[in-house]
Each structure stands twice: as structure tokens, then as C-alpha cells.
């Protein structure tokens, strides 16, 4: 069975990649495992939703622009929230949601 990532895994997933520095889209895609349509229409909303920001410099010869990715300080505050949020909670990384809620409710005592 495939496990789908949510829209919110998969914002975190693109922050946690680019959180310690500058990425390309296509370190951002290999890092983060996503197709080159998922992955551009991920950045294009977290640009419009201001979580990361797109930053433009020149090549070493000042011939080429190149396009790269990062964090706000939004960004920054939204990624540490939902981590904060798993620990609480006790989510597994890697784990669908979806699953845990079902596997916590099969040991409870109500059924």
C-alpha cells in the first residue's frame, strides 16, 4: 500500500530541506521526493503564502541568473510549530496519520 503524503508533509518535508541553506528546485525535488509538477506547484503556493522567498544571484562570472529557495522567518515559525506539535502528540515520523489514529484505537479499551 502507498502512503500519500498531505499538502502540510509535504510543506514541512520542502522546509526541513531547505532550512540550513539556499536550495535550487532541483535539489529541493531529489531532497524532497517530489515530481517536477508537485514540486512547482508546492513552491509557487509557499512563495504566495510567504514561507520561503525566491532570491536571484549571479553566477561566479556574472553571466547566469540562478533562482534558489529559502526560509522566512513565517516559514521558520510554521516548521517549528508542527514539529513541536508531532512530539506532543507522538506522531512517527514516516507514518500516516491516518494509520496511527486507527492502530490507537484498536488497543483502546472502548472496542
Given amino acids: 500500500m502507498i502512503i500519500r503524503r498531505s499538502k502540510l508533509e509535504i510543506f514541512l518535508d520542502v522546509l526541513s530541506v531547505i532550512k540550513s541553506e539556499r536550495k535550487n528546485s532541483t535539489n529541493i525535488r531529489y531532497s524532497a521526493n517530489l515530481s517536477w509538477k508537485m514540486l512547482q506547484r508546492t513552491v509557487e503556493s509557499m512563495v504566495d503564502q510567504g514561507l520561503i522567498r ?17 526560509i522566512t522567518q513565517k516559514g521558520e515559525n510554521f516548521a517549528e510549530f508542527f514539529k513541536r506539535a508531532e512530539e506532543l502528540i507522538g506522531i512517527r515520523k514516516g507514518v500516516n496519520i491516518q494509520s496511527e489514529v486507527n492502530s490507537s484505537l484498536v488497543g483502546s479499551p472502548n472496542t
Fill in 54 to 70: 525566491e532570491v536571484y544571484t549571479r553566477d561566479g562570472r556574472g553571466n547566469l541568473t540562478i533562482k534558489t529557495y529559502e
